[in-house]
């Protein structure tokens, strides 16, 4: 089972491969000005459902959330505020070819959206309300993982760089290296940088990060202590990039400087599993916190930032594979 996140704080989306299903967080506040009500229920699954051939990803963006089906290339656009209400339905449906893709909705209602080759992602393309295409760009082999930055700004991941969606324009950011995967991509709407990972070969882990700058069109490349994986690396709303190495330390990196500035050990050194889908330790950034999941002893741990140690460490009864949260 995955997590997707949806836009709407109290709510997630657990994906279960042929269907998705809204799960309640339970705890929100609604705001009144300068001061807010805040409540708190018990966390359950709603019963509300998502029917896709092959659940693919949940994308949230000016006030709307895009849901893309695998199996069929279908888009599902909701307005976020809505999405969660009994029977909700999407306001329009996107059609494209079948592929393992991806769509967000931009400021002032473009829509843009991997391109499909050979049942692949291969690039992206912007569309209006009308479908028609403003800009494309197919320089992007192994299009995957997306990001959005400041001023209605996007990145996509490719296998040799990212690709900037900028005023409705898609340029190039070309790595040095021949190979340099940035397929899981972090950022802020209130932050110019993107925080990626940086994997330079298909054997191995990654040992590089990469930070681009939105605003410039630039990316700078960083070396870590230790490799980490996928699920180790994240970017929380203060700008920061968070990366857990398999030697079990937990990294704060600046991004304007492009430096590590804390490393905490959390963990005892781990080794990342062949299979994608087994556990692993997995970093959640919330608020000025992060949370780092521990599977061999069946543990979540969490780290204020501001203190830059483990503050709480909290037993769980089954092993923990993915996470995510709400600031309530």
């Not at 042929?18 to 409540?39: C, I, M, N, P, R």
């Not at 709603?46 to 279908?74: C, M, R, Y």
């Not at 990294?251 to 299979?275: M, Q, R, V, Y």
């Amino acid at each position: 089972l995955r997590l997707r996140e949806t836009g709407d704080h109290r709510y997630l989306m657990v994906d279960k491969g042929k269907g998705l299903e809204v799960l309640d967080l339970a705890a929100w506040t609604h705001q009144h000005g300068d001061h807010g009500h805040s409540k708190i229920d018990t966390p359950k699954l709603t019963g509300q459902k998502i029917d896709v051939k092959k659940a693919g990803h949940v994308s949230p963006n000016a006030e709307h959330t895009l849901v893309f089906d695998d199996g069929d290339g279908s888009v599902d656009v909701y307005h976020t505020e809505h999405m969660f209400e009994k029977n909700a339905e999407p306001e329009k449906t996107v059609q494209l070819p079948a592929h393992h893709g991806n769509a967000y909705m931009l400021e002032g209602g473009n829509i843009v959206h991997t391109i499909a080759k050979d049942g692949h992602a291969h690039g992206v393309q912007v569309i209006d309300k009308n479908g028609k295409k403003l800009a494309a760009n197919t320089d992007c082999p192994g299009t995957h993982g997306a990001a959005v930055a400041k001023d209605n700004v996007m990145t996509f991941g490719c296998e040799d760089g990212t690709l900037l969606i900028k005023d409705n324009k898609i340029t190039k950011i070309k790595a040095k290296e021949k190979m340099a995967r940035m397929g899981n991509q972090y950022g802020s709407p209130d932050s110019k940088y993107v925080f990626s990972d940086y994997k330079t070969s298909e054997k191995e882990l990654a040992k590089k990060v990469a930070v681009v700058d939105t605003e410039a069109g630039t990316m700078k490349v960083i070396d870590m202590p230790a490799t980490y994986a996928w699920r180790g690396i994240d970017m929380n709303d203060e700008g920061q990039g968070i990366v857990l190495t398999q030697d079990g330390k937990l990294h704060i990196i600046d991004l304007e400087k492009g430096k590590i500035t804390t490393s905490i050990k959390i963990l005892d050194a781990f080794t990342e599993p062949e299979d994608w889908e087994k556990e692993s330790p997995t970093v959640h950034a919330q608020g000025h916190w992060v949370y780092v999941t521990d599977p061999e002893n069946k543990k979540v741990h969490g780290i204020e930032l501001s203190v830059g140690k483990v503050q709480v460490t909290g037993d769980l009864p089954e092993t923990p594979n993915e996470i995510d949260g709400t600031l309530g």
